[in-house]
């Protein structure tokens, strides 16, 4: 599939969701399942990032794990996809240096390919199938991980929102929600729109959206925050419904909007898990 019909195809799936009323994103995995939440491939162990995890969730709904990989490393373990089963369509970013007479400068070149979900697979080893487990920090208490960020968290009234004035985060009392999970999704939403602060990582969607950066802005920390709460087994509530049609809107004028806004929520998801896993590393010592 060419890059531009996967652009279109994958924001028009999206679209088609969020005009019932549904993100794709939102809960879209089973509790529990061998691997953990985010989409990972089987072979390698490592998990994929930015507008592939959407896509595989999506595709995945109907597989009890999500573990994916592609033809040729199904038949290198030995493995055969099952007649009649379709692959999923997912981008590769390449690296690429350009050089002229003075500077050298990297660009992305993104190129698509497909892989299947082990549950399509008929001989797959169990030995290629073992995972890690995640950090005993993070599957201790979500808390842990809000809290090793460092960010400043203010308690009370009736509204969360993250104040670039003052580089603070305000969320209701815990005992306002309807139970924790709840609080710690919305934690984790702000603490998103925290790591993008200029002293951060200095993420201006200005000059990529124009007038519709809040929206841009805003499906960035629902992104980051559906991926640190699959991180972290967090089931709660995000916080999407107020915001669809304006991301409808966005995605109908723009079908690369959504992969830039998944790219810069993995951005934000790593380096907010950097902040509990050196914490871990010190405790490790």
């Known amino acids: 599939m060419h890059i531009a019909a996967l652009y279109e195809s994958v ?10 009323g549904v993100a794709p994103w939102t809960k879209p995995w089973t509790s529990g399942a061998r691997g953990g939440l985010l989409p990972f491939n089987a072979v390698t162990n490592r998990s994929y990032n930015g507008i592939n995890i959407p896509i595989l969730w999506q595709a995945g709904r109907k597989y009890p794990t999500q573990g ?15 007649a009649g089963e379709k692959g999923t369509h997912i981008v590769f970013a390449r690296k690429l240096a350009l ?29 290629a199938l ?11 208490s979500a808390q842990v991980f809000v809290n090793a960020t460092g960010a400043y968290i203010r308690h009370g009234g009736d509204r969360a929102y993250y ?54 802005e805003e499906l960035v920390a629902e992104f980051g925050a559906a991926f640190l709460c699959a991180h972290l087994n967090v089931e709660g509530k995000l916080r999407h ?28 998801a790593d380096y907010l ?8 590393e010190e405790e490790a010592a």
């Not at 799936?13 to 019932?20: F, V």
């Not at 050089?99 to 797959?124: A, C, H, P, Y």
């Open 241 to 268: 419904a107020e915001y669809i049609g304006h991301w409808i809107k966005l995605l109908k004028e723009d079908d690369r909007a959504v992969f830039t806004a998944a790219s810069k929520a993995s951005q934000a």
């Open 99 to 127: 050089k002229d007479d003075e500077n050298e400068r990297l660009i992305s070149m993104l190129k698509t390919f497909v892989v299947f979900n082990e549950w399509q697979m008929e001989g797959l080893p169990k030995a």
């Open 163 to 216: 104040q670039q004035e003052g580089d603070l985060i305000s969320l209701p009392l815990e005992s306002t929600f309807e139970s924790r999970a709840y609080y710690i999704a919305t934690a984790l939403h702000e603490t998103v729109h925290w790591s993008g602060a200029k002293h951060r990582l200095d993420r201006d969607l200005t000059g990529r959206f124009r007038t519709k950066s809040y929206a841009a």
């Open 68 to 82: 994916w990989l592609t033809y040729k490393q199904a038949q290198a373990s030995g493995a055969q996809v099952r």
């Open 11 to 20: 924001t028009q799936s999206i679209i088609k969701d969020l005009e019932a």
């Open 130 to 140: 073992e995972v890690p487990k995640p950090l005993p920090a993070l599957q201790d």
């Open 273 to 280: 898990r950097s902040f509990s896993e050196k914490v871990a």
